[in-house]
């Protein structure tokens, strides 16, 4: 598609669709939010830390998702390898829409594509020439494919189906909560997720619970710093936002990788409980003093 069709049809879809308000448990109000009357066409409204957050995409808009030009666009082959997984990790892919890219994390966790082991027939016992499976489905690397829409949980399973992939799970998450277990994930992604989080503080520190010690969590965001990317302002973010935000998180920046064409991969590891730092005080947006911080003794020393 041509650069104007492109940003034309991205136009159409994000004013077109909003998530249902019903998707959210947390009180509607909460200071560190605020509501401006004055904002983006293609904002919220609700502003966090200084930004804006963006509207919704909405499952109407699900085909967006799977059009051929984001092979060219987003280089899915560049990002699943630098995410550096391991067949058997555990993975949550937050917002994870159609599933685009919850196929792929599927593939690279569980193994040669993750069929399902043949089950065992009476034909196959001692018969020469069979292949039997050398793995367990319980070795397999496991996906959390985590949603608010059950519209997009419904696609992203037929499509799972089509292409027999087993190693996924969907959740049904809320706008506060992605429902992970606890200290479960190695590494968390968000594609283009991020930004359109109404609660990103409540998201994160939820997150952050669900994944193991060191596990890490993973922004994949539109460039803000790059007037090129042809992408409304609302629906980038520039690096030093995304660690701004994640500042009063218990979470440490490790790297922020520039191989994509039109997005950066910035990767956070979750602290381990001694080199947690106490959070900054006031102003919108920063953690109270964790229960660590208030419980450690004063001689306390990492
Ligand atoms: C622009 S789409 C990206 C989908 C997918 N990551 C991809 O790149 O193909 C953003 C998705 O995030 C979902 N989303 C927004 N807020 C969410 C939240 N708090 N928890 C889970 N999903 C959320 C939306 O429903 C939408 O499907």
Partial sequence: MKRPLYLAAFVAITIAVQADATHTNAPAT???YTQQAEHDPNGSGRFYMGREIAQVMGHQAADWLERPEREREERPDLLVPALRLQPGDAVADI???TGYYTRRLAKAVGRAGCPRPAA?????????????PTWQPSEAGVVYAVEIQPEMLDILTNKLAGEKIFNVKPVLGTSTDPKLPPAAVDL???VDV???FDHPFEMVQAMVA???PGGRIVFVEFRGEDPSVPIKIVHKMTEVQVRKEMSGQPLEWVETIATLPQQHIIVFRKQRQAERRPAMRGGAGTEPPSLFALR????FRP
């Fill in 30 to 32: 909460s200071p560190r």
């Fill in 95 to 97: 917002g994870a829409g």
């Fill in 120 to 132: 065992r027939t009476n034909a196959d016992n001692g018969a020469q020439g069979v292949t039997r």
């Fill in 188 to 190: 968390i992604l968000m």
């Fill in 194 to 196: 991020y930004h359109e």
């Fill in 210 to 212: 669900a994944l193991k």
């Fill in 296 to 299: 450690r003794p004063a001689n």
